[in-house]
Each structure stands twice: as structure tokens, then as C-alpha cells.
């Protein structure tokens, strides 16, 4: 069992930069691939990026490529996600998620941008972009 907690969220204007956090606790945090997924109102959860579990490979979705950047900390069991260059179209409740895939997957990259893969989930934190 893992359970996460995002914070940092809030109101920033476009260009301007937040860093989101996902503090987990439970076992074997090592052991999980972690992910940001972000909402907008009447949308899907759509995948924003992942770091694998030792933190060696990360994975972004293209429109946040040079601006977002993800990183973890094993030994603190936090995941972060730095937001640069904000745009009003970022703005969503983001989510944190933990997938037990392992990373020898050779598909690895491609199913970390499936909810389906997830196993936990945060409660989410709001994000809003004023242009």
C-alpha cells in the first residue's frame, strides 16, 4: 500500500513557475514507477510525466517538453515536478500516481502514460494559470 499527498499547487500568472510535490509513505516507494496526470474541467486525466523507479529514466508528454521537469528522491520518498514558462492551457487539478511496472518493461514508456497502469493515486492539487 502507498499512499500519496501532492502539494504546491495554486494561482501563478503565464510565465511564471510552480513545483509541484508528491510526498508518498507506505513500502517499497523504490519499488514504484511515479507519474503527474492533470485534469481540466470536463476533460480526461491526461498524462504530463514519469520518472521510473530509480529515477534514471523520465518521460514527458510533448507540450511540456523544456518546460516541466520531473525528479525524485528515494531517500526522502518525494517525486517532484518543476513548472517553468506556465501556460493557461496547464491549468488543471494535477495527480500524482504510482505504478508497480517494472522498469525492464521494454514498454515501459508508453504504458506510464496510461491511468490504467496506476495502482494509487493522490488526491490531486489545483493548478491555475492566469493569462
Known amino acids: 500500500q502507498v499512499r500519496l499527498v501532492e502539494s504546491g499547487g495554486g494561482l501563478v500568472q503565464a510565465g511564471g513557475s510552480l513545483r509541484l510535490s508528491c510526498a508518498a509513505s507506505g513500502r517499497n516507494f523504490r519499488s514504484y514507477n511515479i507519474g503527474w496526470f492533470r485534469q481540466a474541467p470536463g476533460k480526461e486525466r491526461e498524462f504530463v510525466s514519469a520518472v521510473s523507479t530509480s529515477g534514471s529514466s523520465t518521460f514527458y508528454e510533448d507540450s511540456v517538453k523544456g518546460r516541466f521537469t520531473i525528479s525524485r528522491d528515494n531517500a526522502e520518498n518525494t517525486v517532484a515536478l518543476q513548472m517553468n514558462s506556465l501556460k493557461p492551457e496547464d491549468a488543471a487539478v494535477y495527480y500524482c500516481?504510482?505504478?508497480?511496472?517494472?522498469?525492464?518493461?521494454?514498454?515501459?514508456?508508453?504504458?506510464?502514460?496510461?491511468?490504467?497502469?496506476?495502482?494509487?493515486w493522490g488526491q490531486g492539487t489545483q493548478v491555475t494559470v492566469s493569462s
Open positions: 500516481g504510482a505504478s508497480g511496472l517494472s522498469s525492464a518493461n521494454h514498454a515501459l514508456a508508453a504504458m506510464l502514460r496510461d491511468v490504467l497502469e496506476y495502482d494509487y
